[in-house]
């Protein structure tokens, strides 16, 4: 427990000096007790009294104005609350990976299962968002409490090649700054022009060069309502990285959950027309053999959890993983339990206000009650 003003608990003292001084007085009033000659009569008086109870009302008293002591210096406790008005961005991968049969009937179509079903069990008043990503990223439903359009964005996405995690974070800051004052735009990141759209997943870009962000230097604002949800099956392959694109998010208070989806031993890429675009490919993709079409590297098509686990642990967010279409709804139905709470300073003062006003409300009735009994 902190307190807001922690010089005011200097009013504790006063209780145990009103204390003392209700000793002393007890003490002198003894002090001038008439001593009377018959004992026996002095026993057969005090016989049917019990002398305890004129301590009682006075006891109350004293601690009410402790509790009033400790309210006036606003006692404050550290706990997950709720958080009113969360605003949720899902970022969905939708790269040519999201293909792949390991999960059935794929993993895009399990995917938009799953989200479509936690969409569904949100709260009316929690607004939801959508951005899509793959060689790019992109807002399709900017945050809003209308689930119509975004159930139907979420059942119309196409695939397409390429897979930008950073993009999609950086994307996600910006519609959250559109909706929250107090959350800035992303800023500008240098990346490198060489873009390779030449596969359904392509090579994660070269690796930047030495790390010089240290926990001691990362800035990480307070937690705001808003956050992302980021569901992807591979490694970023172009642009931004999510390492730089975490700090941004962090520096501006928005947690980032990663969901990292599909299976390690990824089979071959079939999606349907729709989920092409509205074209059937010549063949689908796979891993070459009998019936396989075009080779593509696995280790492309499994999920980079080391990057996405420093993305969560970044942005003060938390990591998931799922391999199957079960798992993946598990871990979207248990998500609110975990972003819809924030760390936060509450206010105790009220409560101790409150408790002080009832002990001191109860000694006055005792006092009244056992004073007019006798």
């Not at 196409?158 to 996600?172: E, N, S």
């Not at 060489?194 to 690796?207: I, W, Y």
């Not at 999606?271 to 891993?287: L, N, V």
Request: glycine share 10%; proline share 8%; charged share 20%.
């Amino acid at each position: 427990m902190s307190f807001g003003q922690p010089l005011l608990l200097v009013l504790l003292l006063a209780a145990p000096a009103l204390l003392a001084a209700y000793v002393w007085k007890l003490r002198r009033r003894r002090s001038r007790t008439v001593r009377y000659s018959n004992v026996a009569l002095v026993r057969a008086a005090a016989a049917g009294s019990r002398p305890w109870r004129r301590h009682v009302p006075i006891a109350l008293v004293l601690a009410s104005l402790a509790l009033l002591g400790v309210a006036s210096a606003r006692p404050q406790v550290r706990t997950d609350v709720p958080v009113s008005g969360t605003t949720i961005l899902l970022a969905l991968d939708v790269s040519g990976s999201m293909c792949a049969t390991d999960v059935d009937p794929n993993r895009l179509t399990a995917a938009q299962s799953a989200v479509r079903d936690f969409v569904e069990a949100q709260p009316p008043e929690a607004k939801l968002g959508l951005v899509i990503f793959s060689g790019f990223a992109q807002v399709a439903v900017a945050p809003s409490t209308d689930r119509d359009d975004l159930l139907s964005a979420i059942d119309g996405v196409t695939t397409g090649r390429g897979t930008t995690i950073g993009a999609a974070i950086l994307t996600a800051i910006d519609a959250i700054a559109e909706i929250d004052p107090k959350v800035p735009p992303s800023d500008p990141v240098e990346v490198s022009s060489d873009l390779d759209f030449g596969g359904p997943s392509d090579p994660p870009a070269p690796p930047p060069g030495p790390d010089t962000t240290s926990e001691e230097s990362l800035v990480r604002a307070e937690p705001v309502p808003e956050i992302i949800v980021l569901l992807t099956d591979g490694a970023n392959t172009r642009g931004v990285t999510p390492e730089q694109a975490a700090e941004q998010a962090a520096a501006r208070g928005v947690r980032v959950y990663p969901i990292g989806f599909g299976t390690t031993n990824p089979t071959s890429l079939a999606c349907s027309r729709e989920q092409y675009g509205g074209f059937e490919p010549r063949h689908a993709f796979g891993f070459g053999g009998p019936g396989g079409g075009g080779r593509v590297a696995r280790s492309f098509l499994v999920v980079d959890e080391p990057t996405l686990r420093s993305v969560a642990e970044t942005t003060g967010g938390a990591y998931f993983g799922a391999t199957d279409a079960r798992e993946l709804s598990t871990v979207l139905t248990d998500l609110p339990k975990q972003v819809t709470t924030q760390r936060q300073d509450v206010d105790l003062s009220a409560a101790f206000a409150a408790l002080a006003g009832l002990l001191l409300a109860a000694g006055l009735v005792l006092s009244i009650r056992w004073n007019t009994l006798g």
